[in-house]
């Protein structure tokens, strides 16, 4: 797949190793190219920088992995978005995010042309998305909107990361459940001290 990675901190830049790693094309949309200076993700096989414009036309995939007050923002900057598929890896934290919106999926959803966003890659720290796999068990992705299509991309970007499986939590009306499960894992890890190595397994009895 080309994929476009608006967001290169922690998230993006993760998730550019693992998707390069599996032979994807990797974009990396950078406000200004010349400042840009992360050369252990740009001289990554199958990457490229350039201007955010230019990585979403170049791309068919779109995360959107920045801050999550900037989401509306940086939506609005994308460019043509049609025919594309956004995913939504931010998290609205103590209330920091898009005015008037619950959820920075919602936010993109208004200020792009596209229906097809999908929330995933939200729920998680990005040590998991470097490495999901915790003795011989991989942790578990999960993912939400109305985009059929966007969601078969987004499970096979979750399996080519190395997740054991990505479940569907339902349509874009589970976009506000789906970050009130990311500010769960950032409870424990963060606030209740369990630290950034724990992580999610949807276990079924036979």
Known sequence: MRIAIIGTGNVGSALAKKWSAAGHDIHLGVRDIASFDQPEISKLPNVQVQTVQEAVKD????????????AADVAGSLGDTNGKVIIDAMNIVKGNGPEGFNNTSDAILAHTRTRDVVKCFNTTGFDNMLEPVYGDTALDMWMAGDSVIGKDIARQLALDAGFANCYDAGGNDA???MEQFANFWIHLAIFRKEGRQIGFKLLRRQ
Do not use: C, E
Not at 59 to 70: E, H, K, Q
């Open 59 to 70: 791309s068919d995939v779109i995360l959107l992995a920045t801050p999550a007050p900037a």
């Open 175 to 177: 976009f506000y459940l």
